[in-house]
């Protein structure tokens, strides 16, 4: 989920280029990038198919000119005078005359074919045979050919297809020499000039390569018209061998159902850069556009924006100035936009708060200052009050019973005098742990005990979890003390104090209970009146003291409670927030 909160830390000006670049910005590159890409595919769809198309014509043309080269093979084939004349032992050279011209009106034939054909010749171990014209000898040198070898494994008398990178060739056996006596062989070769008019003149603009059945690259040439380097007389590559660019299409067409060129396929690998190149410009293009688009309409909103910023800023600067009293006016030039209304309210504002504060609060601030620092002063004069008191009663006590008393007893008792005072001495802070008030506590009811002999026993219960809970000084030990003095002092038996720390709803419970001499309900309304009188502090100065300054920490928060009869006992009850407002 989007958290609005963030935009509202965001300046002025950087969301006015925010709402641009998600609005406008954006969309248009997003826009500008798909159509680009779109495009780009199309037009890759495109050139592809017109390669496709281009491949199948040149393969149909080139098989076109190959099948002219076959179909002349196959007439010469079955030519049956042409068959006699090749396989007669002539007794004569004029005989031998005589039979070629009867096969004259074949070879004239050729000679009309010469735009495909660039030669054409029969080659023969007939001893009787003179080498002339389109008839020569088979020599050994000519076994020893490529060419010868690759229809060496042949007995069939079809024609066969010879590619090397500089001439393609038709081949047929005339002769089957498991029957006849002489080998006949019939080489046509295709003119390569028609064959490279036939490639400049096609679509294809890509690298061509022609391929055999075993998928090896016997011819090739290369988009810019020259020789592949890689193809020669006695090297061929694979066709994993044939190089490609990084991106690359590859077309590749084979010669189906036809015996001298079946398996042969023609290649062709195009670069996906050259044919997209347009594209790739176009594509320079919307990166211009793009950052025209971004850069032009930033620098007019940071223009128009800057007439709102600055006297926005102006506004903020002179709002923090106020928190100083300074109540100074904005300058105004008689804008109307928001703004320039903004400015005069804020000066209209800044003048009546101004007035506000000079008639009225500053003299109530003054006042509330001074009552303050009476509060103050009460407080400190309280906590001041509170040690020599402890101190008076303590060192009473030690003096009595000393006289009466050994040593031993005397030096326990000192040693939690010296407590009281030194906690006294140490408490810097007006807020102590439950902790060490209880500490407190029990040092004085220690010195009690020692005052009182056997009179006098305690009982302590606190709830564990609260013994880190801060409270004010000297907050609960007013009240035993009291229970120890004025209730247990002045009765005849043994006398009990029991103590009770706990928290209930949140709230922090102190109970002090007594079995001493107790007080009737009048002496608790005129203690409770006392406890409400600030004037004074009386006789009660303890009681008086801790109530007082619960008050100032807790406030209404804070309940005080005392419960008593005649001759039972008192009870005391203090109810604090667990944490101090």
């Not at 690998?269 to 594209?279: A, G, Q, T």
Request: one cysteine or more; glycine letters at 4%; proline letters at 3%.
């Amino acid at each position: 989920m989007i958290n609005f909160r963030l935009l509202h830390h965001m300046k002025l000006r950087s969301k006015l280029i925010v709402i641009y670049i998600v609005c406008v910005f954006i969309p248009i590159i997003l826009t500008n990038v798909m159509f680009y890409k779109v495009t780009t595919m199309n037009i890759k769809t495109q050139k592809t198919s017109d390669a496709e198309q281009a491949m199948s014509l040149l393969q149909a043309e080139l098989k076109t000119v190959i099948d002219d080269a076959a179909g002349m093979s196959y007439l010469y084939s079955i030519d049956k005078q042409l068959i006699q004349h090749l396989n007669t032992t002539f007794v004569s050279n004029n005989r031998y005359v005589e039979s070629l011209n009867t096969i004259s009106n074949l070879f004239n034939r050729t000679d009309k074919e010469n735009k495909v054909i660039s030669s054409l010749v029969i080659m023969t171990d007939n001893p009787t045979i003179l080498a002339s014209g389109n008839i020569i000898r088979l020599e050994d040198d000519t076994r020893n050919s490529d060419w010868y070898g690759q229809i060496n494994t042949f007995n069939n008398t079809h024609p066969h297809l010879f590619v090397t990178p500089d001439n393609i060739s038709v081949i047929q056996r005339l002769s089957d020499r498991r029957l006849e006596t002489y080998e006949h062989v019939l080489k046509i070769d295709l003119n390569m000039n028609y064959i490279k008019q036939i490639l400049d003149l096609s679509s294809f603009t890509g690298d061509f390569y022609i391929l055999d059945p075993s998928n090896q690259a016997r011819y090739g040439r290369l988009a810019n018209g020259e020789p592949s380097g890689l193809i020669t007389a006695e090297q061929t590559i694979s066709l994993s061998d044939i190089p490609k660019p990084e991106k690359a299409i590859v077309i590749g067409k084979t010669y189906q159902n036809n015996r001298y060129v079946g398996g042969w396929s023609v290649y062709g690998v195009l670069d996906e850069e050259i044919i997209l190149s347009d594209v790739r410009q176009s594509g320079q293009f919307i990166l211009w556009f793009a950052v025209i688009n971004f850069v032009v309409p930033t620098i007019v909103i940071l223009i128009m924006s800057r007439s709102i910023h600055t006297r926005i800023r102006n506004i903020l600067r002179q709002m923090k100035s106020v928190k100083d009293k300074n109540f100074g006016l904005i300058p105004y030039n008689g804008e109307r936009d928001e703004v320039g209304e903004l400015a005069v309210e804020f000066n209209r504002m800044s003048k009546r708060i101004g007035n506000l504060i000079n008639d009225v609060y500053v003299a109530e601030i003054q006042k509330k200052e001074l009552e303050l620092r009476q509060r103050q002063a009460q407080l400190h004069a309280l906590h001041s009050q509170i040690n020599p008191h402890f101190l008076f009663n303590a060192l009473e006590t030690i003096r009595m019973r000393s006289q009466m008393k050994g040593e031993t007893q005397t030096a326990r008792t000192i040693q939690n005098m010296a407590k009281i005072f030194r906690k006294s001495i140490l408490w810097k802070t007006s807020f102590v742990t439950i902790r060490e008030e209880l500490e407190l506590i029990e040092s004085f009811l220690e010195i009690q005990k020692y005052r009182f002999d056997t009179k006098l026993d305690y009982h302590i219960e606190v709830d564990q979890s609260l013994l880190d809970i801060e409270i004010p000084k000297m907050a609960f030990l007013p009240f035993v003390e009291n229970a120890s003095i004025h209730g247990i002092e002045n009765i005849a038996g043994i006398g009990y104090i029991n103590i009770q720390i706990a928290q209930e709803n949140g709230q922090l419970i102190f109970v002090s209970a007594d079995n001493g001499v107790g007080m009737d309900q009048e002496k608790i309304r005129e203690l409770q009146d006392y406890f409400e009188d600030d004037s004074a502090m009386g006789d009660s100065i303890g009681m008086k003291n801790v109530i007082t300054r619960l008050r100032i920490y807790y406030g209404e928060s804070f309940f005080f409670n005392i419960s008593s009869e005649p001759g039972e006992g008192t009870r005391v009850l203090l109810r604090l927030p667990l944490a101090i407002k």
